[in-house]
C-alpha cells in the first residue's frame, strides 16, 4: 500500500466490525466507523482506540439516513467500505420482517449511493452462509461451495441474498467500476485475545457461545440445545466456528485483493470465510466447558424451526484467491471468548457507568464519564484533557469543573481538573538543552512557560477511555495519549496514559501516570490539576476556612520571574503535627512548591510508598482531603488568580510532581529525563473522609 | 360485497393502474389513487373520473415518503391496496440498478408499514413473469406453471422478486392476518376500448405496442425487430400478450378472492395472469398493421440482451381459483390500442395544455387547466364549478377571473366565468311545482331564488376535465357532475356535462351543456356567466367606451321584486342594424332578459342554428366580442353589483338561457323540465375578432 488508505466501517461498534477495525489499523488502515449503536454500544469503539492507540473518527449515524450518511463521505477521504452495519438475529427477522428489509435493504442503498455519488469503487460485504439455506437439500454441497445454489429460509438470510443481488446488479451496470467482495461468514465465536473487545448481544443471546458464556457467569439458568436427535456424531448439528479474528484477517485480505486489483477491472465476487471443519454443538460445549474449567448445565430441548443440520464451509475459493484460512481452533476461541466474558461479565453494559456528551449532537469526541455513578463517591471525567471534570463525595461535589466540554475551551485556562504535561508547572524562559540539542517552547505565563505551553495535554483529546470494573466498588478509566516528536514543540514521540482508579468503598481516587518516548529523550512531568472545594457542600463559593496542613515547610525558592534560584527555603505553613494553616477570605496566598525528597531522581516513582503530602479539612461540612503522592514535590495553590468561569479562590489545588524547572536544574534534571526504553511513572491518591 | 369497499391503488395513474380503476369502480369499490407521477400523468385520473363519472382522490406522493403516506391512510378508511407503483423499464434497470431497488422495494415496505399500522390486511402485488426469466433452462416450463423456479435475470425482476419474498415473510409472520395476492403478469397490451386511456410511456417506448403506434403515427421511423433467429415459428420471440382490460379483470377476481376469505385465514399465493397462448414479435406486428391499414415499417436487429426465447403463461391456476380468464385476444389490443394511439397520438401530453394547480401544495382537485395555451386564443377553465377562469385573445384577457381557486370560494360570489345552474336566474320566491309536488329553494336573491340558490353548481367541483386536441388548433375540455336528488334542493339525479372547445384559429370558444336526469323530473336552465372587459388590454378597470348592440329589444318584464310579469316589452339598447349603444361610466345599467324568440319549447336546442344575440366592441383596443347562442333568450347584466374582488362596472355579462322563471310560467314551462329520458342541451360560443 504507497499510500494510507481509509475504510468506511459500516457497523464498526459491532462485534465483527470491531475485531475487523483492529486488524485494520494493525495492516496501516486508517478506520472511519459509522454504527447507529441499535445492537451496539460507543465503549467498544472508546475501547478500540486505546487498543489500537490511535483516533478513530466515529459517526452515530443510522445508514437510512440519507444527510448524515453523505455528510460522512463529505467529511472523509473514503477510499473504500467494509459493510457490517444490518440487523442481524434470524429469529428476530421472522416477527419483523419488514423492520429488517427496511433497515438493511435501505441501509445497503444509501450507503451504494453515497458510494457512486463520491467516487468510493471498493466494497467488503459482510453477508452469510444463511444465504445458502439447508444446503443439504442438494446432493454432495457439504462442505459447502460458493457454487451451491442459494435459498435462504428466513427474513434475516433474504435481506443478505437481496443485498448481495444488489451488489451484483450495480456491478453489471459498470463493470470497469465497482469492486465488491462479498464475504459469507459462517459461524463467527470467541472474541479478541486482549480481553478488551468481544460479543456482546443485548438482551438474550442468539449465539452459543455468548449463552454459554453467560450460564457461566451466573446469568442464565442453563444452555437449550435445540435437538440432539439430528442424524451427526453425537446427534446435534454441525457449524463451522471460525474465530473472529480470523474473520476479521479475511476482511483484510479481502480488501487488499480489491486494492490489487486493476483500475478498469471491476469484480463482484462472493467468498466462504470458514475453516471448513465442522464441530456440533456438543462438542463446542465441551471446548468451552474446558476453557472455563467446569461443567456448565444444560438441557436439550426441541428442534429450534429453520435450524439445517450442516452448514461446513468449503473454504477453498478464499485460500486460493485470497490466500487466507483460518488459524486458529475453537479451543482457542473458547478460551478467548471466556477471557472476554469472565473480564466483562456485563460486556459493554457496566452498572455504575454512565456517558453523557458534551453536545446535544452526540459528540462522541467529547464525552463526560461517570465512574462509580450513583454511588457514594463518584468520579467524571473527560476526553479533553483526560480532564477530572467532577469528583462527587456523598453526592456533593468537592471539585471545580464546568458541566460541557465548551467550559474548558475558552481562551484563557485555570487547567481545571486537567492532565497536565508534557511539563506541569514553570521551566524558565521557556528553554532547556537536552542531548545537545537547544529547546524554546512557546512563553505563556510572565517570562515562562507554564504546564507545557498552549494548546498542550489539558487541551487534547484523549484516546478512550477504556472502562472497567474489575471488582466490587472498583472502577478503572484509562485514557492514552500520542503526543508526536514537536507537535507540543517538546522533542520524541511520547505515549502518555492515565489510568484513573476510583475505589468507592474507600473514597479515594488514584491516578496514575505513565510515559514511553520513543526518537528523542524529552523533558516529562505530569500532574493533575485539580481544584477542590471542601465547602461546595455548604453551597460557597470561596475556600474560606478551609484548615491546611502539609508534609513540610520546605519550598523551592523562586526569583522575581518566578524562576527558582536552586536554594530550598522553609515557608510559613502548618505542618501535619501543627495547628492548621485556616484559609481567609484573601490569606494566606500560597502559589509554592513544598518539596519532600530533595534528591529524587527517579523517572518512574510508581513504586515508591505513597506518602502524605497534603491535608485539607472543612470543619463545616466536615469534609477532609487527604492527597498522597509517590511524586517528591507538591505545589500549593490557593487560587487567587482562577479564571475561565472561576473566581478568585474559589478553590485550590495541590499538584504533585517533579521539581519545578527541574530539567534547567542540574541536581534535579535526571528526575525529569525521559529517555527511550525507559517509562516515567507518577501515582497521586486523593482520598476523602 | 356487503358495503362498498375502498381500495387503495399505488401507481393508479399509471397504464395498467389506470384500466383496473375503471374495473373497480365498476365492481362498485371507492378508489383512492396515490402515484408519484414519475413515469405518469394526472391527465389520466381527470380522464377516469369522466370516464367512471366519479370523483376518484388523488395523492401526488411517492410511497417512500413515509409521512404524506401516513396521512394518505390517516385520511382514508382503506380496506384493500392494489400496489402497481413502480420502476418498470427493464433496460433502465439494467443502467441505474439502485435507483429501481431503493424506489420499489422502500416504498413497497413504507406502504406494508403503514397497512400495518392501519389494520389493512389486504394486498394485490403487481408482480411480473420476468421474476421467472429464462423458464427455458429448465425442462417442461413452456407455458409456465406458478411452481416454475425464479431466476429474473434483470434489476428490474429482482426487485420485483425481492417484493415477493418479502411479503411471503410478512405473511409468514403473522399467517392469521395477511392476505397477498401476487400476480405474475404476461405481457399486457392494448387499451380501454373507450380510447380514453391507454399506455403513454414517457420517453421512447420499451413495449412492442407503443412503439409501433408511434411508427404508425409518425414519431418514429421504424420498429426495431430485436433478432429473427429464435428457435421459434417465424424467427422472434414468443411472448404471451394479455389484453389490459382482462388483465385488469384479473386485479378484480384477485381481490374478491381475497375479500370472500374467512377473518383469520391468511394467504399469500402467486398467480400468473396470461393468456396461455403465446405469439411471436411478427404476429403481434401482423395483427398491428391489420388494426392500422396499412404496413408499419420494420427492421430486424440483432438480439436483445436479457431477452428470452419463450415467456408463456400457464394461466389454469388462475382459471380454477380466481375463476378469471383472459377473453380479449390481440387483434382486440392491436385494435384498441389503435385507436387510443389515433385519438391520443401524444398520450396524456397534449401540446397547447398546460395544467396549474392553486395551491403550492398541488392540490389537484383544484386545478387550472389551459387550452391552446401559448397560442392567440387560450381559455383557462377550472374544476370548481366547470368555471371559464380566463380567456386570453392575442395575450390579452378579455374576462374577470380569478388567479386561485380560493378567489372563487369568498362567501360573496358574482358567479365569475361559471357554469350556472341547475337554474340559471331567478324563480320567483323560490318555489316551484312539478309532478304534483311543491318545492322551496334557499332564497338567496332579494325575495327569489338566483343562480340555482347558495352552493349550486358554480361552487361544486367538477369531475375531469377530459382534455382532447382532437385537430390541429381545436381543444376541447369536457366536465362533468352529478347533482344527486336534493343535493341542492332539486329533484332527480341530474348527470351534468359542461364541454369547452376551443378553436384557435377563429378564436371562438364553444360552449355544450348537456344534462340527463333520472328518478325525477328537473327544472333545468345553464348558462355560462363570464364577465367580459375589453378594455383589459388597454389596463382599464371598467367596461366604459364599450359599444354594446344586441339582437333585439324585446325584453322581459318584471315587477318591483325582479319577477316576470309575464310581458314582453322594449328596452331602450341598440339593436344589430342601429348605432351602437355606448356603456359609459355609470349608464346605461342593464340587468335585463331580452328574447329572441317567444314560444321555444325545446329542452335540447343544440340542433338549432346558433344565433349572434350580442355585439361588443371596444373602439380603442379594437376587440369584438359576438355572443352566439341556439337559447331563446339572453341577460345583459352591466355588472353594477360586482364583488367579490371586482369592481362595479369592472365587466358586463351575456347569459343566453332559457327565459327568465319559465318554471312559473305556464307557457314557457316546457322549455325548463327535464324529465328522465330525455335530454337537456343548449350551446353558447363566445367569438372575437
Known amino acids: 500500500m504507497t499510500k494510507q488508505q481509509t475504510v468506511l466501517v459500516t457497523g464498526g461498534a459491532g462485534y465483527i466490525g470491531s475485531h475487523t477495525i483492529v486488524e485494520l489499523i494493525e495492516n496501516g488502515y486508517n478506520c472511519v466507523i459509522v454504527d447507529n449503536l441499535c445492537n451496539s454500544s460507543y465503549e467498544s469503539v472508546a475501547r478500540l482506540e486505546v487498543l489500537c492507540k490511535t483516533h478513530i473518527p466515529f459517526y452515530h449515524v443510522d445508514l437510512c439516513d440519507r444527510e448524515p450518511m453523505e455528510r460522512i463521505f463529505k467529511e472523509n477521504k473514503i477510499d473504500s467500505v467494509i459493510h457490517f452495519a444490518?440487523?442481524?438475529?434470524?429469529?428476530?427477522?421472522?416477527?419483523?420482517?419488514?423492520?429488517?428489509?427496511?433497515?438493511?435493504?435501505?441501509?445497503?442503498?444509501?450507503?451504494?449511493?453515497?458510494?457512486?455519488?463520491?467516487?468510493?469503487?471498493?466494497?467488503?460485504?459482510?453477508?452469510?452462509?444463511?444465504?445458502?439455506?439447508?444446503?443439504?437439500?442438494?446432493?454432495?454441497?457439504?462442505?459447502?461451495?460458493?457454487?451451491?445454489?442459494?435459498?435462504?429460509?428466513?427474513?434475516?438470510?433474504?435481506?443478505?441474498?437481496?443485498?448481495?443481488?444488489?451488489?451484483?446488479?450495480?456491478?453489471?451496470?459498470?463493470?470497469?467500476?465497482?469492486?465488491?467482495?462479498?464475504?459469507?461468514?459462517?459461524?463467527?465465536?470467541?472474541?479478541?485475545?486482549?480481553?478488551?473487545?468481544?460479543?456482546d448481544p443485548l438482551g438474550i443471546p442468539n449465539n452459543l457461545l455468548p449463552y454459554m458464556a453467560q450460564v457461566a457467569t451466573g446469568r442464565r439458568e442453563k444452555l437449550n440445545v435445540f435437538g440432539n436427535d439430528y442424524d451427526t456424531r453425537d446427534g446435534t448439528p454441525i457449524r463451522d466456528y471460525i474465530h473472529v479474528v480470523d474473520l476479521a484477517k479475511g476482511h483484510i485480505a479481502a480488501l487488499k485483493y480489491l486494492d490489487a486489483r486493476q483500475t478498469g477491472k471491476g469484480i463482484c465476487r462472493e467468498w466462504n470465510l470458514g475453516s471448513g471443519k465442522g464441530s456440533t454443538v456438543f462438542e463446542v460445549y465441551r471446548a468451552f466447558c474446558d476453557a472455563v474449567g467446569e461443567e456448565i448445565p444444560y438441557v436439550v430441548t426441541g428442534r429450534r424451526a429453520g435450524d439445517v443440520i450442516n452448514l461446513t464451509a468449503k473454504p477453498d475459493r478464499a485460500k486460493q484467491e485470497l490466500k487466507w484460512q483460518t488459524e486458529l481452533d475453537v479451543a482457542t476461541a473458547c478460551k478467548d471468548n471466556w477471557k472476554w466474558a469472565t473480564e466483562n461479565p456485563f460486556g459493554y453494559q457496566l452498572k455504575g457507568v454512565k456517558a453523557d456528551f458534551s453536545t446535544h449532537e452526540e459528540q462522541y469526541d467529547a464525552r463526560f464519564i461517570t465512574i462509580g455513578a450513583d454511588s457514594k463517591f463518584q468520579?467524571?471525567?473527560?476526553?479533553?484533557?483526560?480532564?477530572?471534570?467532577?469528583?462527587?463525595?456523598?453526592?456533593?461535589?468537592?471539585?471545580?469543573?464546568?458541566?460541557?466540554?465548551?467550559?474548558?475551551l475558552t481562551p484563557d485556562t485555570c487547567y481545571a481538573g486537567a492532565t497536565v504535561g508534557r511539563y506541569a508547572n514553570r521551566i524558565a524562559h521557556g528553554k532547556f538543552q537536552l542531548d545537545g540539542e537547544k529547546y524554546q517552547l512557546t512563553i505563556n505565563n510572565g517570562v515562562n512557560c507554564n504546564h507545557g505551553g498552549p494548546g498542550s495535554f489539558h487541551a487534547k483529546r484523549f484516546l478512550g477511555p477504556l472502562v472497567q470494573n474489575p471488582s466490587k466498588g472498583i472502577f478503572t478509566a484509562e485514557f492514552m495519549l500520542i503526543d508526536e516528536d514537536k507537535e507540543t514543540e517538546f522533542p520524541g514521540s511520547l505515549e502518555v496514559h492515565v489510568f484513573y482508579k476510583l475505589n468507592v468503598l474507600t473514597k479515594s481516587l488514584e491516578i496514575e501516570y505513565t510515559g514511553k518516548v520513543s526518537g528523542k529523550a524529552t523533558p516529562i512531568n505530569m500532574t493533575n490539576h485539580t481544584y477542590f472545594n471542601l465547602n461546595k457542600l455548604l453551597g460557597k463559593g470561596t475556600i474560606e476556612g478551609t484548615e491546611l496542613q502539609v508534609a513540610t515547610k520546605k519550598s523551592v525558592e523562586v526569583d522575581k520571574d518566578t524562576i527558582p534560584t536552586g536554594k530550598i527555603i522553609e515557608r510559613d505553613i502548618a505542618t501535619f503535627d501543627e495547628k492548621p494553616t485556616v484559609l481567609g477570605?484573601?490569606?494566606?496566598?500560597?502559589?509554592?512548591?513544598?518539596?519532600?525528597?530533595?534528591?529524587?531522581?527517579?523517572?518512574?516513582?510508581?513504586?515508591?510508598?505513597l506518602q502524605l503530602v497534603t491535608k485539607a479539612t472543612n470543619p463545616e461540612s466536615k469534609v477532609t482531603l487527604e492527597v498522597l503522592t509517590t511524586e517528591p514535590s507538591f505545589h500549593v495553590y490557593t487560587g487567587d488568580w482562577l479564571c475561565a468561569g472561576f473566581a478568585p479562590r474559589e478553590g485550590f489545588a495541590v499538584e504533585p510532581g517533579r521539581y519545578v524547572d527541574a530539567i534547567n536544574q542540574p541536581s534535579w534534571k535526571d528526575s525529569v529525563i525521559l529517555k527511550p526504553n525507559e517509562t516515567y511513572g507518577s501515582k497521586i491518591v486523593y482520598r476523602f473522609s
Open 86 to 199: 444490518g440487523l442481524k438475529a434470524v429469529g428476530e427477522s421472522t416477527e419483523i420482517p419488514l423492520k429488517y428489509y427496511h433497515n438493511n435493504i435501505l441501509g445497503t442503498l444509501v450507503l451504494l449511493e453515497m458510494m457512486q455519488r463520491y467516487d468510493v469503487e471498493k466494497l467488503v460485504f459482510s453477508s452469510s452462509a444463511t444465504v445458502y439455506g439447508d444446503a443439504t437439500r442438494f446432493p454432495d454441497m457439504i462442505p459447502i461451495p460458493e457454487e451451491c445454489p442459494v435459498g435462504p429460509t428466513n427474513p434475516y438470510g433474504q435481506t443478505k441474498l437481496a443485498i448481495e443481488k444488489i451488489l451484483a446488479d450495480l456491478y453489471n451496470s459498470e463493470k470497469e467500476t465497482w469492486k465488491f467482495a462479498i464475504l459469507r461468514y459462517f459461524n463467527p465465536i470467541g472474541a479478541h485475545p486482549s480481553g478488551l473487545i468481544g460479543e
Open 379 to 408: 468520579a467524571t471525567v473527560a476526553n479533553l484533557g483526560a480532564t477530572l471534570v467532577d469528583l462527587k463525595v456523598d453526592g456533593e461535589s468537592v471539585v471545580l469543573g464546568h458541566n460541557c466540554e465548551a467550559g474548558y
Open 585 to 609: 477570605e484573601k490569606t494566606p496566598e500560597y502559589d509554592y512548591s513544598f518539596v519532600t525528597e530533595e534528591h529524587s531522581k527517579d523517572i518512574d516513582t510508581r513504586s515508591k510508598k
